[in-house]
């Protein structure tokens, strides 16, 4: 159960786009469409932002979007706003029924 | 309105047992296709997924903790109980446990509990 990859940190300005990749393999990522996002401001709980790679819960602000290419999976949130910094994990069905994450990525407003 | 809440001790010295409680309030753990899990967080660190009991008490744990780990249920009290035997420092960390829905998301999460593992 190795852990997807991701980049340490990202940052963007106001009003401009980020994207936050996750980088796995055949077993997780690349073999299944259950990707999901989270959002973690310190002191807090994660909070579900994205699911089976593209799917927003409701409350979700559609700023925030997901895809897929291969065994990468990515997040982009775009107009970025100062409540967005926070940390982003992402996590993908593992075979065999098993879930890993990624191992989280700094997003820094500026 | 569904709420987790995790419980448990603070602080648990080296070589202990844990064991955590998760509450689940507005969600059945009976329900078909419910499926609960653990998760934890040192600090600074990453998440961490830890264990897993479905509907049908099939369970699921981290490949690297399976023999240290216990995850079970009580449908009546409607709670998830998890167990660490052997705590050592390096297992300080913030537990939360979590509801997975039919994608594989967690889309419900407790608010977490501390627990520190010293002598």
């Known amino acids: 159960q190795s852990a997807l990859i991701q980049p340490p940190s990202a940052s963007g300005s106001p009003g401009q786009s980020v994207t936050i990749s996750c980088t796995g393999t055949?077993?997780?990522?690349?073999?299944?469409?259950?990707v999901s996002w989270y959002q973690q401001h310190p002191g807090k709980a994660p909070k579900l932002m994205i699911y089976?790679?593209?799917k927003r819960p409701s409350g979700v602000p559609d700023r925030f979007s997901g895809s897929k290419s291969g065994n990468t999976a990515s997040l982009t949130v775009s107009g970025l706003q100062a409540e967005d910094e926070a940390d982003y994990y992402c996590?993908?069905?593992?075979?065999?029924?098993?879930?890993?994450f990624g191992g989280g990525t700094k997003l820094t407003v500026l | 309105q569904v709420t987790l809440k995790e419980s448990g001790p603070a602080l648990v010295k080296p070589t202990q047992t844990l064991t955590l409680t998760c509450t689940f309030s507005?969600?059945?753990?009976?329900?078909?296709?419910?499926?609960a899990n653990w998760i934890r967080q040192p600090p600074g660190k990453a998440l961490e997924w830890l264990a897993r009991?479905?509907?049908?008490?099939?369970?699921f744990y981290r490949t690297s903790l399976k023999t240290r780990l216990t995850i079970s249920k009580d449908t009546s009290k409607n709670q998830v109980v998890l167990t660490m035997t052997n705590m050592d420092p390096v297992d300080t960390a913030t537990y939360y446990c979590?509801?997975?829905?039919?994608?594989?998301?967690?889309?419900?999460w407790g608010q977490g509990t501390l627990v520190t593992v010293s002598s």
């Open positions: 979590a509801r997975m829905g039919p994608k594989w998301e967690l889309d419900y």
């Open positions: 507005g969600l059945s753990l009976s329900t078909s296709e419910m499926r």
């Open positions: 009991i479905d509907w049908d008490d099939e369970k």
């Open positions: 055949n077993s997780d990522i690349g073999g299944y469409n259950f």
């Open positions: 089976e790679v593209t």
């Open positions: 996590s993908s069905y593992l075979y065999y029924k098993n879930l890993v």
